[in-house]
């Protein structure tokens, strides 16, 4: 059964930082790309960043540019999210997800994983 569990959220100051982790248990993250969603209060879920199976390669949105890096510890199955410089903007509850290709005889679907959420609070 695959699980996501994220951790490391909290309350922090405009201007702040934190780290969330994401970890995983079966799968090996090491087979698939991973993302951070973020849910604002009242509004709809929303990529944020995300990172490929080799961790070279990084996308994520516009408004963290410069702010926000994930990372990957394969030995650790376990996917890191850097936030700098928060903004209240940036409240919200931050979600795991990972993509699983399911092929069985009758063909091959995708199944998208999620982990429960960690609340980010930024403060102005």
């Known amino acids: 059964q695959v699980q996501l569990v994220e951790s490391g959220g909290g309350l922090v100051q405009a201007g702040g930082s934190l780290r969330l982790s994401c970890a995983a248990s079966g799968l090996s993250i090491a087979s698939y790309t991973m993302d951070w969603f973020r849910q604002a209060p009242g509004k709809e879920r929303e990529f944020v960043i995300g990172i490929s199976l080799s961790g070279d390669s990084t996308n994520y949105v516009d408004s963290v540019k410069g702010r926000f890096t994930i990372s990957r510890d394969n030995a650790k199955n376990t996917v890191y999210l850097q936030m700098n410089s928060l903004k209240p903007e940036d409240t919200g509850v931050y979600y795991c997800?990972?993509?699983?290709?399911?092929?069985?005889?009758?063909?091959?679907?995708?199944?998208?994983?999620w982990g429960q959420g960690t609340q980010v609070i930024v403060s102005s």
């Open positions: 997800k990972t993509r699983v290709r399911i092929t069985t005889i009758e063909g091959s679907r995708d199944v998208d994983y």
